[in-house]
């Protein structure tokens, strides 16, 4: 069926309200906003328990059931879905027709509205059940911001406090304008749209199925930034309905605002530090460019610190920190004697604002808690005609996972460390290999299209920290090596054995996996295959 033709159009620049449906929710400054449009002489219609704090306010309101002559009923689910609701959204002031059809049937002009919906996002949040969450799925509320964002010319459609303040000042001045009317209509659709985004999420969750033929993502704007990844990009940051501890949900203490590749180098972090339970001791990453530069545990804070720091020094430099407990003077004070971009940690005592407070520019992000490494996702990126979408990586190699292919089988220590190790692959761009000993990366190769090289730079840079220590030796000798896909030949696994290692874990499933093993037998390393990859793009 084709839609109606278009009748030319009489458009205001100003429209003059002089009635209004407010539906919200969020009742916060409800009174005193209505209170400002009372005072210009707006007609006040309501519904439920928005009329009802309206009234014990002392505001004079219209019930919205007066208005349709039907109850609210069905538990409130069906209050606002009549004709004289949507005819006085919907109704063209500029055709006769229309007129006439609103004076045959009663239908009053409703010129402005204010809704804010159920809080069903909210509701998911707080891990409320099933029909808890269907009951605030809102249904009159999208429908109604969608009629009048369609009539966009005639009537003004506010689905926050702010809209309804940017109204008001316009009313002040004799009417809404036509600009902030479309802006306003814009904006609705797209919380709409990433309201019934959230819904389909979540039921597609409910239904422990894959999305289906079509999906949606939405969120709301948190910041508009001064450039993306370089000045001459525009970028915002927008937040999804998954409240997920990190950057996004922290509190900035101090420092600058956050730029794009802060806010993605921020995130790699604090995921990458997450893996490590802090039950099991605290942890440190230091990443650059979205790439750890060292990574450590230790038994305190400090001392992963400095031994994260020391795996590459020079990379740390302008980098980012992530801590997986809360700081401590000591720790934060090291932290600044380098210079660094943020820091990011789920607490902070008194002793380590005042360090940090001696550094303006650095960022210091406190978060109500760590990530959960195992909580399922979604991660999104663009590519040319849509959207490439996977869940997040959750997997989690444990001890029970691995099958040791080697005649030497590892030592209980080379295999928390290959475990360590294989963890700090996950976060590290692909071909990663990750030299670790003693829970701290010694030797990180990252980003390279070849695994040789990889690993190559990773003892390079091993070798390069010794020297700068005063050390003979790099700290390769007697570590173990990680990589995050398998090697298709023995040369990356001869490149470990001449670095010192020890030890390699892999995720196996090469089709040359046997002249490997032979290789690693033929050097005594003892190594392991997890049947787990984790490339990183």
Not at 309 to 333: K, Q, R, Y
Not at 355 to 366: D, E, G, T
Not at 401 to 407: G, P, Q
Not at 466 to 479: E, F, H, L, N, R
Request: proline content about 5%; glycine content about 8%.
């Amino acid at each position: 069926m084709s839609p109606p033709k278009a009748a030319p159009k009489n458009v205001p620049d100003r429209v003059a309200v002089k009635r209004v449906l407010i539906s919200v929710s969020d009742k916060t400054g409800l009174v005193e906003r209505a209170k400002k449009l009372a005072a210009l002489g707006v007609d006040l219609v309501s519904t439920g328990g928005t009329s009802k704090t309206l009234k014990e306010a002392g505001l004079n309101v219209r019930d919205v059931a007066d208005l349709t002559g039907f109850p609210e009923m069905m538990d409130g689910r069906v209050k606002t879905l009549h004709p004289k609701v949507h005819g006085g959204l919907l109704y063209r002031r500029d055709l006769a027709t229309h007129t006439k059809d609103a004076t045959d049937h009663g239908i009053e002009p409703i010129d402005l509205v204010w809704i804010n919906l159920y809080p069903f996002e909210a509701t998911v949040q707080s891990g409320a059940g099933f029909d808890d969450c269907i009951e605030n799925i809102d249904i009159g509320g999208p429908a109604m911001l969608r009629a009048a964002s369609k009539n966009a010319d005639f009537v003004a459609v506010c689905t926050d406090g702010a809209d309804v303040d940017a109204a008001i000042a316009e009313m002040e001045q004799g009417g809404v304008t036509l600009k902030l009317r479309r802006r306003l209509a814009a904006k609705t659709y797209a919380r709409t749209a990433a309201y019934d985004a959230a819904i389909s999420e979540w039921y597609w969750k409910q239904l422990e199925e894959d999305a289906g033929d079509w999906r949606a993502f939405g969120g709301k704007l948190q910041q508009t930034l001064r450039y993306g990844e370089n000045p001459h990009q525009k970028a915002v940051v927008y937040a999804g309905p998954d409240k997920r501890a990190g950057v996004l949900t922290a509190r900035q203490i101090q420092g600058k605002e956050l730029s794009y590749n802060n806010i993605n180098d921020t995130d790699a972090a604090y995921e990458l530090v997450a893996e490590f339970d802090p039950k099991d001791g605290p942890a440190v990453a230091i990443i650059k460019h979205a790439n750890p530069c060292g990574v450590a545990t230790g038994k305190s804070a400090l001392e992963a610190y400095k031994t994260a720091l020391a795996c590459d020094s020079t990379s740390a430099f302008g980098g980012i920190i992530a801590v997986n407990v809360p700081l401590d003077g000591p720790t934060a004070e090291a932290i600044t004697d380098i210079f660094t971009e943020v820091v990011i940690a789920p607490g902070a005592d008194e002793a380590a604002l005042a360090f940090f407070a001696k550094k303006k520019n650095l960022r210091l992000l406190l978060t109500d808690g760590i990530p959960d490494p195992a909580k399922p996702g979604v991660m999104v990126r663009t590519v040319a005609g849509g959207l490439l979408v996977q869940d997040r990586d959750v997997g989690r190699i444990m001890a029970s996972d691995l099958k040791v292919v080697t005649k030497r089988k590892p030592s209980p220590q080379e295999i928390a460390d290959m475990i360590f190790a294989f963890r700090i692959c996950k976060h590290t761009k692909s071909n990663a290999i990750i030299y670790a000993k003693n829970g701290a990366t010694v030797g990180i190769g990252a980003g390279q299209m070849s695994r040789v090289d990889s690993a190559r730079i990773a003892r390079r840079k091993a070798e390069d920290a010794a020297a700068a220590a005063g050390q003979k030796d790099p700290a390769t000798i007697g570590s173990v090596c990680a990589s995050d896909a398998f090697f298709p030949f023995p040369d990356g696994l001869l490149q470990a054995a001449q670095a010192g290692a020890t030890a390699v874990i892999q995720p196996g499933g090469s089709v040359n996996d046997d002249k490997v093993i032979a290789a690693a037998d033929d050097a005594d390393l003892a190594m392991v295959f997890t049947g787990m990859r984790h490339f990183r793009h």
